[in-house]
């Protein structure tokens, strides 16, 4: 099983529409949770960032993590067609730990 | 770009050939770290540095060198460039390795083709 699992798409959704983004993860020591953004052809920019459980919301933008099912979410609501690009999780222990990367899902909001 | 930027952005070479990938970094924060991103295997870690003169190896190290001699500059070396190390390479930085500052920050990417 790999450490972190992410479907990678690709989802079309109309715009407007409410958008769910998932990993899952096997290493319960993972405590800081982030959620990136990738472009075509630019580097992955950060969107969100969660300590532990809960939720996080900025914006459009919702983050969730529930630790004891080992599943990380993020919802766009009001999804824009410039919300169209891969989404990467990633997630790491702290300290020495390096981060890990799901796959990434790519995502096409349509007009 | 958080103040990162990496050369060149572009590169073909041939199979044999050495290649050195720079990226260079304003913000004087201590960790750096090269990724190469390829379709079905995503990022990967290559190399990262936690300090002038301080390096370690990621998961795919293999065939790959690194040098830090300043804070702010962190080269990536293919000492014989093969068809395999065909990808994108994405350098990244962070503040520190803990907390909050786990967080990373990344380049605009390599865009490397060997031939």
């Known amino acids: 099983q790999k450490e972190v699992e992410q479907d990678p798409g690709p989802l079309s959704v109309p715009e407007g529409a409410i958008v769910s983004l998932n990993c899952t993860y096997s290493?319960?020591?993972?405590?800081?949770f982030m959620w990136y953004r990738q472009y075509s052809r630019k580097g992955p920019e950060l969107l969100m960032y969660?300590?532990?459980?809960g939720n996080k919301e900025d914006g459009r933008f919702t983050a969730q993590v529930d630790k004891s099912s080992k599943y990380i979410s993020l919802f766009i609501r009001d999804s824009q067609p410039s919300d169209s690009a891969t989404y990467l999780c990633?997630?790491?222990?702290?300290?020495?730990?390096?981060?890990?990367f799901g796959k990434g899902t790519k995502l096409t909001v349509n007009p | 770009d958080a103040g990162i930027t990496q050369s060149p952005r572009h590169k073909v070479t041939e199979t044999g050939t050495p290649v050195t990938l720079r990226c260079h970094q304003t913000?004087?924060?201590?960790?750096m770290y090269w990724y190469r991103q390829d379709p079905g295997h995503g990022l990967r870690l290559i190399h990262y540095?936690?300090?002038?003169?301080?390096?370690d190896k990621g998961e795919v190290s293999d065939g790959y060198s690194v040098s830090r001699s300043k804070t702010e500059d962190f080269l990536l070396t293919l000492e014989s460039a093969t068809s395999s190390q065909t990808s994108v390479y994405f350098c990244?930085?962070?503040?520190?390795?803990?907390?909050?500052?786990?967080?990373?920050?990344f380049g605009p990417g390599t865009r490397l083709t060997v031939l």
């Open positions: 990244a930085i962070s503040e520190s390795n803990s907390g909050i500052t786990d967080t990373q920050y």
């Open positions: 290493n319960s020591a993972f405590q800081y």
């Open positions: 969660t300590y532990s459980s």
């Open positions: 990633a997630m790491s222990q702290g300290g020495s730990e390096k981060l890990v």
């Open positions: 913000e004087n924060h201590r960790y």
């Open positions: 540095s936690y300090g002038v003169k301080d390096t």
